[in-house]
């Protein structure tokens, strides 16, 4: 059966979700979302939609598989590592599981708070002040570590994959990135399903947000 995963036409908080139905080769379509043209950017294309798809707390991104219909893109990401088994093994994988879902998704969201705010390069110099040592902490974690709770990928690794790749993209020159970070993206870059979607029509790297964002907000 073919999963519907629902979103905007943006990479988003879809981005890490549609890296994992790939990895996993899970058979999938999707809904994308358009906005109407500026200033407006009438949302009425989801809107129109969002009451009548059964969800419980309609949102986007939406995952749509049979009868199982769920909101909340890390609620998505772990519906889909449990059917491989890619929520962490032992009780101490299961708990830095849980803590980096969470850290990371902080950091994606303090992230886009600084892109869509209208003072973005005001307020830019001190994100990239507080920028490396984030980066250091995630770098002092991973370790030697081959991906972020231990040997075998889990979700969080996706998620680990989209957030440092959206801070490479923005300072691309960036120490911290370097090192067992940048060895951790080019392992990730390096899985047979993830490089071929990479290649892929269907790979979306831009544009990360909304229209109304501050940075990379069109498709380049």
Request: net charge negative; proline share 6%; glycine share 4%.
């Amino acid at each position: 059966m073919v999963v519907t995963l629902g979103y905007w036409d943006i990479r988003g908080l879809a981005h890490a979700i549609r890296l994992l139905l790939e990895y996993t080769e899970t058979p999938y379509q999707e809904r994308q979302y358009r906005p109407g043209p500026a200033p407006d950017y009438d949302p009425s294309d989801w809107t129109n939609e969002k009451e009548k798809l059964g969800l419980d707390f309609p949102n986007l991104p939406y995952l749509i598989d049979g009868t199982v219909k769920l909101t909340q893109s890390n609620a998505i990401l772990r519906y889909i590592a449990r059917k491989h088994n890619m929520c962490g093994e032992t009780e101490q994988e299961k708990v830095y599981v849980d803590m980096l879902e969470n850290h990371l998704m902080d950091l994606r969201m303090k992230f886009a708070l600084l892109c869509y705010n209208p003072d973005f390069e005001k307020l830019k110099p001190e994100y990239l002040e507080q920028l490396p040592g984030k980066l250091r902490e995630l770098s002092q974690f991973l370790g030697s570590r081959k991906w972020f709770v231990g040997d075998k990928l889990t979700y969080v690794d996706f998620l680990a994959y989209d957030v440092l790749d959206q801070q490479r993209m923005f300072v691309p020159d960036c120490p911290e990135l370097q090192g067992n970070l940048s060895q951790f993206l080019q392992r990730f870059e390096a899985l047979e399903k993830i490089s071929a979607y990479q290649r892929s029509g269907r790979f979306m790297k831009t544009p990360i947000f909304w229209r109304t964002a501050q940075w990379c907000n069109t498709k380049e």
